[in-house]
């Protein structure tokens, strides 16, 4: 069961002018769902995305990153398959990941390096490209509509539950859109970005701004949640500006940025990766607690980082938020081993949403154990460390550890 | 269930002249089970440690390193409880070592530096004194006999089997013993050595040679396994020789680490090392498998464990194991995210056991699922991967992640 997430509402997902989307059930792993998207970009609109640092990086990433490089930025279509990663293929990978952007182009009159390839799923297995094609055409001919309910659905895996999420603003009396979906539950540690982050404005904006904001926008959300700190081969998040409202952010990237235009619409596009961040989360692999990972008084953002990760990836921490059982020194022994390797303890303070639980280097002297127990057993719980050395903070969100993680992963493929 | 582990035959843990043995049920924690053990040394005992790295290291290995630096190595006794680790209590814990240390050193007549204290279980809470001062007391009336099944069973915690490991060996006509305990199968990813691992020789070795042996035999055992990848607060392996026997490595260390008898007797050491380290592993929480990961062909040592670590931490390469389900692209996954920013894919080769699972950043061409599910379905499997770098190598000892971890970490305090 998720934690406090339900799939959106249809009519709360606006059409982002520019974007049409349609979605096939091409049976690559199972028949009988959707697991083919193919979205539609208007003619002048402009991506840029992000990718996994792993260096088993999948081949349709490998394909991404090219024609990214070769178009200039002006994507026409995406097409995502689920049931297969294309990843661990080798030469037969790329092969295939560029044959089924070759497919689409023709299908829709515009040239390969327009089309971006995205897969998820299995890892070491080729794609079934015959069913794969066969699918490409069909959600080709479901296209005309913009129903990013069905968009996210078409690209579930082991969710329990489509992401999607919306923002609307008003820059200079027009509605500017933006809109997103992403996937993902399991092999949740992204280092650039998560497994399929989709995320499009009908506002044209300038390419080295754009890619300034996927870059943003990934550290700010998806490159700030763990499930079980397996960065995924695949890893994408692309950010789209069709250009297809009115409403232009014009000029050279460094000027445009500092308009209140610019500003607000970037928050908008934070705002809709971290909703869809943190629904990953909230569907993580065998999820039944949300937690908020805060460090504080950090030397820097990388020593933040390292103590709220280290934290968020301790099986031991992960399991006692499971069982509710306010065993907290697990926590403080996960702040001791994130490679600070001159933190004084001594000015270490722990806090478990509103309760003071450690300071000193050991228990505060009012901590009450039925106090820890009282939060423990929140299905959302903030832990705060503040570590005494400087001013740099961050928050990492994560989930526990449970008996259907296991099940999950045991039987993901059987 | 332990794999393929058994409790040590009594008759199978020799005598080591120069140690005597006292266990007593003082009630830490739970009633009627061994929870205090001391260990008294023959006069000219000398002993040599290594210790956790985590920041928040408990009360005890602090006052085991200052006992250890004003002795001058000359160590009397040892004494350990299970049931409270004395970890992230501050002033008070540092305190309550030293006087379980002047209690021990009143009762035997040696001065208080001459003890080592170590304490294992629940981190934030302190240790019941009275209570542990009379086990102390217990355990002093129990000293006398040497059995080392009785001391490998009084610092057992979560572990279901007790880890004990000997080796004899003759030197110049004369029989040296090595015998050692060892307790552990949750919070392991020992950074110096594990949580609490005692290996004792009757031989006389100069204090810097022993010391030089503790890092390295640490090093090649139990700095080479991971159950979950928490590293300990309390983690400390100790390795003592009384000299009671008539063999002594004589002279400085840099010479007499040559000698033949030297290299014999670290060689043993490092075998009863090992064979513990791999008992801890064996008995995991919830092990069901016993996982070697080899790594080869890395440019240097740091690479090739940085990868061996990445591997056996990664969740979903556990659970794989746990399912016998030869889903190995995890496998590669998690070499792919092992921080070897240069690593080239197509160099890269798995194998499972004799079976050539991938090759060229692929999936071997002979490789066929039923080879893979073959092996999977084994109590014991090595992963061996060849990385196409250099020449540096390492093994990593692991276990898969099973329901029952969760269960028993969600468990473990209520």
Same mark, same amino acid.
């Given at each position: 069961m998720p934690v406090n997430l339900e799939a959106p509402r249809r009519d709360a997902l606006p059409v982002v002018a520019g974007v049409e989307i349609g979605t096939a059930c091409a049976g690559i792993r199972k028949t009988g769902r959707r697991d083919v998207l193919v979205?539609?970009?208007?003619?002048?609109?402009?991506?840029?995305?992000? &990718?996994?640092? =792993? *260096?088993?990086?999948?081949?349709?990433?490998? /394909?991404?990153?090219?024609?990214?490089?070769?178009?200039?930025?002006?994507?026409?279509? $995406?097409?995502? =398959?689920?049931?297969?990663?294309?990843?661990?293929?080798?030469?037969?990978?790329? #092969? !295939? #990941?560029?044959?089924?952007?070759?497919? $689409?182009?023709?299908?829709?009159?515009? @040239?390969?390096?327009?089309?971006?390839? &995205?897969?998820?799923?299995?890892?070491?297995?080729?794609?079934?490209?015959?069913?794969?094609?066969?699918?490409?055409?069909?959600?080709?001919?479901?296209l005309g509509g913009s129903d990013w309910l069905d968009a996210a659905e078409a690209i579930m895996t082991t969710d329990t539950v489509p992401k999607a999420a919306s923002r609307r603003i008003e820059l200079g009396g027009q509605t500017v859109t933006v809109t997103g979906i992403a996937k993902g539950a399991g092999m949740i540690r992204p280092d650039m970005a998560t497994m399929l982050g989709f995320v499009a404005t009908d506002a044209a904006v300038p390419a080295a701004l754009l890619s300034r904001w996927a870059r943003e926008?990934?550290?700010?959300?998806?490159?700030?949640?763990?499930?079980?700190? !397996?960065?995924?081969? =695949?890893?994408?998040?692309? $950010? /789209?500006?069709?250009?297809?409202?009115?409403?232009?952010? !014009?000029?050279? +990237?460094?000027?445009?940025?500092?308009?209140?235009?610019?500003?607000?619409?970037?928050?908008?596009? /934070?705002?809709?990766?971290?909703?869809?961040?943190? %629904?990953?989360? *909230?569907?993580?692999?065998?999820?039944?607690? &949300?937690?908020?990972?805060?460090?504080?008084? @950090? *030397?820097?953002?990388?020593?933040?980082?390292?103590?709220?990760f280290t934290v968020a990836h301790s099986p031991l921490v992960k399991t006692a938020f499971f069982a509710s059982d306010p =065993?907290?020194? *697990?926590?403080?022994? %996960? /702040?001791?081993?994130?490679?600070? +390797?001159?933190? !004084?303890?001594?000015?270490?303070?722990l806090y478990l949403d509103d309760v003071h639980v450690a300071t000193r280097g050991g228990r505060h002297p009012q901590y009450r154990e039925e106090d820890g127990q009282r939060v423990m057993k929140k299905a959302e719980i903030e832990v705060r460390i503040v570590l005494g050395r400087g001013s740099a903070s961050t928050t990492v969100w994560t989930c526990d550890l449970s008996h259907d993680y296991v099940s999950i992963n045991a039987d993901y493929r059987s």
């Open positions: 979205l539609r970009l208007a003619p002048g609109a402009r991506a840029a995305g992000v &990718f996994t640092q =792993n *260096r088993f990086c999948a081949a349709p990433v490998v /394909v991404c990153r090219e024609h990214l490089a070769s178009s200039g930025a002006s994507v026409r279509a $995406l097409v995502v =398959n689920t049931g297969c990663a294309n990843a661990g293929t080798g030469e037969q990978g790329l #092969a !295939d #990941a560029r044959a089924s952007c070759e497919a $689409l182009a023709t299908r829709l009159g515009i @040239a390969a390096d327009a089309v971006l390839p &995205f897969s998820t799923g299995v890892i070491l297995e080729h794609l079934p490209m015959q069913r794969l094609l066969a699918g490409i055409d069909a959600a080709v001919d479901a926008a990934a550290d700010a959300s998806f490159n700030r949640i763990t499930v079980d700190g !397996d960065t995924s081969t =695949n890893d994408s998040f692309v $950010l /789209v500006a069709t250009g297809a409202s009115s409403v232009a952010i !014009d000029g050279q +990237a460094g000027r445009a940025a500092d308009s209140a235009a610019a500003q607000a619409l970037r928050e908008a596009i /934070v705002c809709v990766a971290r909703e869809l961040a943190q %629904a990953i989360v *909230r569907d993580g692999e065998g999820a039944t607690k &949300f937690i908020s990972v805060h460090v504080e008084g @950090a *030397r820097d953002d990388g020593e933040a980082a390292a103590v709220a =065993n907290l020194g *697990r926590i403080l022994a %996960a /702040v001791g081993r994130a490679g600070v +390797a001159d933190l !004084d303890v001594d000015r270490v303070d």
